[in-house]
């Protein structure tokens, strides 16, 4: 059978080396091809281990075809697929997320995928939910990966040292900070906490807004909240950096929104925040035993925070010169069995009713407890929120922002939350 190729210098930077290369049963040099795609995604070494194998299937499978991927950590991945866009050279093949992909797509970046429907695209075992989360304007730009949902991801060993029972679907927000407070206290390790500062962290701010009946953007394109709101936020999280319950601002400032510096992983706190199908990775990275629970809830008469979204999607540059192949591959992303087992859970619980029967099947203890976690979520959450509006990207920055110059006191919460909704609202206004 052809040796299948791949452009090792796009692959060194996913971090495998040539060691891992030769494990995945990839050679050098380059070989000439046919075709060729480029596949650019987010991830860890991990997700990058399971993306070459399904790419390796898939030149096997389809000869003539050369899939070169690259990958970055999410901070790095937005600024470089920005500026490829813009100097029109985007790839083939992105993996997208759902709160981009309405930017994207508006800018006339992705390909509209609707031509393609059974005519190399099968969408036909995919629930109506799942394939409308990647309309843009009633136009499919995005095909699901996985379903997940957001979480909490604690350390049960640490928990169980210390004798403090760890959060569960029932703990709401009043008694989370308390539980962390006591873990910290409890733990007795110098620079070590309950959990870690989640005050500029999007995904857990728009769970707390929607526990009040509120979302992170309106049906217009404005924001869904006010400034008493975001100040009620900043002052929940500046109450757990007084009561130790969360790490400091300098630990903090480390975490750079990827699996590897998080503070579970730094092992400076035993709580972090994470969407369902990050568990594989950080459990790839931390040797005490980790488990799942939900984000806190609103309480007695609060809503649900929390919803079942794309993990991410895989969407195809409008200007690819390889439309016909580029569907190809990504149907047999989302469709073929053999892929799907390779995939496993570690984008999320597929969509594809096929797929899924034939992983169940397969799947190791930390992918049934991803899976469990969605299956026992899917009866307590709300409805999927509507796209985030362009500028949301450069919000979901300033909200970080704000909260660490919170916590390193160089603002107050009340001036804080001011600047944040006067920044925000000239975002959203340039668009």
């Not at 003539?64 to 937005?78: Q, R």
Request: hydrophobic share 40%.
């Amino acid at each position: 059978m052809k040796q299948p190729q791949i452009n090792r210098r796009s692959v060194l930077r996913a971090g495998i080396g040539l060691s891992g290369l030769m494990a995945l049963g990839i050679h050098s040099p380059l070989l000439a091809a046919d075709r060729r795609l480029r596949m650019y995604w987010w991830g860890t070494k991990e997700r990058a281990e399971r993306t070459l194998q399904v790419n390796k299937l898939y030149q096997q499978t389809f000869t003539g075809v050369t899939v070169d991927g690259e990958t970055l950590a999410w901070g790095d991945y937005w600024p470089r697929l920005a500026t490829q866009t813009a100097g029109r050279n985007a790839p083939d093949v992105i993996q997208m997320d759902y709160r981009y992909i309405f930017e994207y797509a508006r800018r006339g970046a992705l390909l509209p995928l609707d031509p393609f429907l059974d005519k190399g695209l099968n969408l036909k075992d995919f629930p109506p939910s799942v394939v409308d989360s990647g309309k843009v304007d009633g136009k499919i730009y995005g095909v699901s990966l996985g379903g997940n949902t957001s979480s909490t991801i604690y350390d049960k060993e640490a928990f169980a040292a210390v004798g403090i029972a760890p959060p569960n679907f029932d703990t709401d927000w009043k008694g989370f900070a308390k539980l962390s407070a006591e873990f910290t206290k409890a733990a007795k390790r110098p620079g070590y906490f309950g959990c870690q500062d989640a005050g500029g962290l999007e995904s857990i701010f728009e769970g707390w807004l929607r526990t009040r009946g509120q979302e992170l953007y309106t049906p217009e394109g404005k924001l869904g909240f006010g400034e008493k709101d975001i100040q009620e936020w900043f002052a929940y999280w500046a109450d757990m950096r007084a009561s130790g319950g969360c790490v400091t601002p300098d630990l903090q400032a480390l975490d750079k929104q990827n699996v590897e510096n998080s503070m579970l992983t730094l092992g400076k706190a035993a709580i972090s925040f994470n969407h369902s199908n990050q568990l594989v990775a950080f459990q790839s990275l931390n040797k005490s035993k980790l488990a799942l629970t939900s984000f806190p809830t609103g309480g007695a008469g609060g809503k649900p925070g929390q919803y079942i979204k794309p993990s991410m999607l895989l969407s195809l540059s409008a200007r690819t010169k390889e439309a016909d192949e580029a569907v190809r591959f990504l149907n047999f992303y989302v469709n073929d069995v053999t892929a799907g087992k390779i995939l496993g859970v570690e984008r999320g619980v597929p969509a594809s009713a096929p797929v899924l029967k034939a992983i169940n099947e397969s799947l190791d203890e930390l992918g049934r407890a991803m899976a469990d976690y969605v299956a026992a979520m899917s009866p307590r959450v709300g409805p999927l929120p509507q796209t985030p509006p362009g500028g949301a990207g450069e919000i979901q920055v300033l909200l970080r922002r704000v909260n660490e110059q919170i916590g390193f006191e160089r603002l107050s919460v009340a001036d804080g939350s001011k600047l944040f909704v006067t920044e925000a609202t000239r975002i959203l206004a340039r668009g």
